[in-house]
Every structure is written in C-alpha cells, then in structure tokens.
T-cell receptor, first 116, second 114 residues
Framework: AQKVTQAQTEISVVEKEDVTLDCVYE???????LFWYKQPPSGELVFLIR??????QNEISGRYSWNFQKSTSSFNFTITASQVVDSAVYFC?????????????FGTGTRLQVTL | DTGVSQDPRHKITKRGQNVTFRCDPI?????LYWYRQTLGQGPEFLTY????????KSRLLSDRFSAERPKGSFSTLEIQRTEQGDSAMYLC????????????FGPGTRLTVT
C-alpha cells in the first residue's frame, strides 16, 4: 500500500520569509513518481512538479525548490521569499509505475498562509 | 489550448436523488481519472479510464456510483440515491498514455446533499 504523510496541517509566515513544506511517503514499488500540487482558494489543483524515484537530483524553479531524499523517503518543498499569492493548500502525491498503478495517492495537504 | 472542464461546478440535491457529473478531458489525453475530495482532506482516487475502458475502481466506489466514458472522450459520473456522506468535491483529471505523464485536474464539481 502507498501512503503520503504531510504532518504540517497549517503554516503561517510573513511575506518574504522562506518556508519548507514536508512530505514523507511509503511505497513498496522500486520505481515510483512523486508530485506536488497547489490548490488555491479557487479550488483547482495546479501541477507544480514531478520527480522520478531514480532521479534524486534536487530541482529549483524560480522561488520554488524541491529536495528529494530516498534514504529518508522524503520529498520536501521550499518556497523562498514567500509572497501572498503563495497562499494555498499544497499537496504531495505518490504514484506507482504503469497500468493500474496510475492513480495518485495524496497526502492531507498543508495550508500555507502568507501575510503582509 | 483548453484544460480539463467539468460540469456543473456546483450541485445541490436532496438526499435520495440521482445526480450526474460530466468531465471533458484535455483532447489528446487517453487517461481520465475521477477523485473525491472532502473538506480538509486530499483527493481520493475513485476510478480511471484508459480510452473507453474502465481499468480500476476504488473500494470507495460503492454500487451507487457508476462511471462511463463511452467513446473515450468525455466521462460521466453518476451517483444514485445520494446520501449526505456523498457531499464532497468531485475532481476529474486527465493524462497522456505515457508512464511519466502528470495528471491535469479540472475545477471540480462541488456536491451538497441536503
């Protein structure tokens, strides 16, 4: 069975602070994919990143960066210099490989509130 | 380039009524997924299609739920004899028929059963 844990239910930061959202996963698959999605107040899930289990390189995209550590089964997400527009619920998700493993298993989400 | 669309966006119904939701995926996407999201939770998988074939159904999908994708394009999700516990956001997503493909989500249909 697959499981994703996002222990932080809610985080509040002041604009321009850096913030890290934690994600820990469990899977028996040797090949798998990890994702982060953003759900703003409008409700639509927005894809942010996909990481393959065989690629442990960290990734940076603008103010966003992701740290994938297979040894600790973690895939953490850092927002640098947060902005009010970053306020949303962020979901980490896991998917196996191929055919019937296509479904995403989501964590419970972390609500990020960025204030001025 | 249109994204995934869902109709209606909101539905209020009385307990015991049947409801049907529609999802139109991104046009070239072969895979289509349905998820359900309740307040404060992440989306939970319900079922998915590859073209017109329904390949997997979650145990969450009781006998009152049925999904179709008759021509491999749009899909419908029907809930019969709705219960208050069915109140949730129903999300549709689509992806390419490639293992590395990410899923793109629609805006969802919010169902309220009174």
């Amino acid at each position: 069975a697959q499981k994703v844990t996002q222990a932080q239910t809610e985080i509040s930061v002041v604009e321009k602070e850096d913030v890290t959202l934690d994600c820990v996963y469990e899977t028996r698959d040797t090949t798998y994919y990890l994702f982060w999605y953003k759900q703003p107040p409008s409700g639509e899930l927005v894809f942010l990143i996909r990481r393959n289990s065989f690629d442990e390189q960290n990734e940076i995209s603008g103010r966003y960066s992701w740290n994938f550590q297979k040894s600790t089964s973690s895939f953490n997400f850092t927002i640098t210099a947060s902005q009010v527009v970053d306020s949303a619920v962020y979901f980490c998700a896991l998917r196996g490989r191929g055919g019937t493993a296509s479904k995403l298993t989501f964590g419970t989400g972390t609500r990020l509130q960025v204030t001025l | 380039d249109t994204g995934v669309s869902q109709d209606p966006r909101h539905k209020i119904t009385k307990r015991g009524q049947n409801v049907t939701f529609r999802c139109d995926p991104i046009s070239e996407h072969n895979r289509l997924y349905w998820y359900r999201q309740t307040l404060g939770q992440g989306p939970e998988f319900l079922t998915y299609f590859q073209n017109e074939a329904q390949l997997e159904k979650s145990r969450l999908l009781s006998d009152r739920f049925s999904a179709e994708r008759p021509k491999g394009s749009f899909s419908t999700l029907e809930i019969q004899r709705t219960e208050q516990g069915d109140s949730a956001m129903y999300l549709c997503a689509s992806s390419l028929l490639v293992d590395l493909s990410e899923q793109y989500f629609g805006p969802g249909t919010r169902l309220t059963v009174t």
